[in-house]
Structure formats: structure tokens, C-alpha cells
């Protein structure tokens, strides 16, 4: 399930640690032992040396966007077991590339008309180009209402994007780099995979080597969570891996016959719902049976199939 509030860390998101944690390391690093080198991380105007476009990204030289900046690459961990490790690593690669290429041109025509301008510090751009998969394959389901507006699963990591892409100018500029990039992912993701997927033997080599050094242990128990909200989640969590295994295994179909009397059948609403999204009616009807005919669980069962 693509929720925020998983409790299971970093388990699979090996790729997504590595990020997080040099991002991380490196801000406080420089901003105590080492603040000395800051220079070689600011891209501060056009007479900055020219790796500065490179090093500057790899921190956050501003406590204000560390915090949401972290949080947020937290979260895009869900991603990476998503996609899988390989197609992550593309992904991060081709983010990073064109996020540059586009940064690079936006502050070199800024500069040319105004002049003295920096770019800012921090994988602003990486961070928002996630943004574009988050919108389009995560469900919004709504679970209550403040003063008329609805509040989803997503809004939380909405105002984290807010208050990164709000801090200044350039974090704007970044940010709009950063939705155009991972537009053109969504667009052409294929193609991008075929041509900066990492090959095969580097990716055996880090399995081998690197992986068992870096993962995480899986959750050791279930229903930890400290509030109901969260054992709730926990279980639907639980709920969802069982159904996308049954899906995947071919046993839907026996499922649906099989299980007709003890689950309640689909309602004509949820059936139309699903479908106007796009879903074959019966993937719907077999989804829905799944999940015991909620609407939400059986978008997600659905969406593992895209």
C-alpha cells in the first residue's frame, strides 16, 4: 500500500536509505565539524565553480528545509518498492540529470537578466519530481472534514511540498523543474528505463555485497502502532499484501466463486466508480470481491496491477 504512515521503515528501500541518510549526514556534517567547506556546496552566483550546480544538491545548508526535505524522502521510500530497486535507481538517475539540465538553463537566462543570482542548495528538484507519481498512482480517500475542506491520507506530505517549495524563489523554480522532470517520467518512464536502468552485474554485485550491509529487518510483529490510527493502517496494510498475493498468484477468480456466499457483492456504485477511472469491469468485480467490496482496498489491489 502507498501510505506515509507505513511501519515498516526502510525494509525494501534500501536505495531510498543510502539518499535520505547522505543527505542527512552531509547537512549536519557541514553545518558543524566541517562548516568550513560550505563554499564547495553553494552555488552562489555565475562565477560559482561549475561542480557547485552538482554538489549543492546533495544538501540542505537550511535547517527549515531539512526537516520537510527529509520527511519527504522518507515518505517517496514507497517508490522504490513500487518499482523495484532497478527501475528506482533510473528514476533517481534521470531526475537528477534533467533536473540539472533544467535548472541549469532556468538560472543561466535568470542570471543573464538579472545577474548575482544563485541556485539554492538541497535535492529540491529530485524531491518534487516525485511529487508527479505520488498525485497520479496514490488513491486519495478522505477521512474527515476541516471547516468543509476534506482531509485525505495525502494532505499531510502535500503541506510538507508547501512549505519546501514556499521557502524562497528559487525553491519555486526548483520545484517547478522538479514537477516538469517527473512528468516526462510518468510520460515516458518505459523508454527512460530502457536506457539508464543500471546493468544487470552492478545491480548482482550490490545485491551481493552491498545489499546485506545496508537493508533493513523486517517489522518484527504487527498492530504496534501507538494510536488506533495507526494499528488500523497497519492492518489494512496486512489486508491489501494478502489480497495483491492471492491477485498475483491467479487465485482471484476462485476467490470470487469460491468465497460468493460469504462475501457481499460488488455494489453497482463501486463497480461504475472504478470503471470510470479506467479499470476493466471485470478486474473491478474481482477486486471488489477481494476486498470485501471496500472501495479503497480494492482501488489499491487494483492499481498493483497498472
Known sequence: MFSPHSHSGFHQATVSKCLLATVVVSTILLSLPLHAYRNYFINASKASPAYTYVTSKLVFLDTKDLIPGALLLYYFRIFERRYGQRKFCAFLLFSLACGLALEALVFSLLQAWVGGLGSPCGPVALVFSLFVPFYVEVPRVEFAHILG??????????????????????????????????????????????????????????????DPLLRSSPPAGRHTGATLELQRQEQMEHWEQQMRSRWMTGGAASSAAGDNAMSPDPTEEHITRLTDMGFPRQSVVQALRLSNNNLPMAMNVLLQEV
Not at 173 to 198: E, K, M, N, V
Request: charged share 10%.
Open 149 to 210: 475542506v476534506p482531509v485525505t491520507g495525502k494532505s499531510f506530505v502535500y503541506l510538507l511540498g508547501l512549505q519546501l517549495g514556499s521557502s524562497g524563489w528559487g525553491a519555486a523554480l526548483l520545484a517547478a523543474c522538479g514537477l516538469a522532470t517527473g512528468a516526462a517520467w510518468q510520460r515516458w518512464s518505459g523508454a527512460i528505463f530502457r536506457c539508464l536502468a543500471p546493468p544487470k552485474p552492478v545491480c548482482r554485485f550490490a545485491a551481493c555485497w552491498l
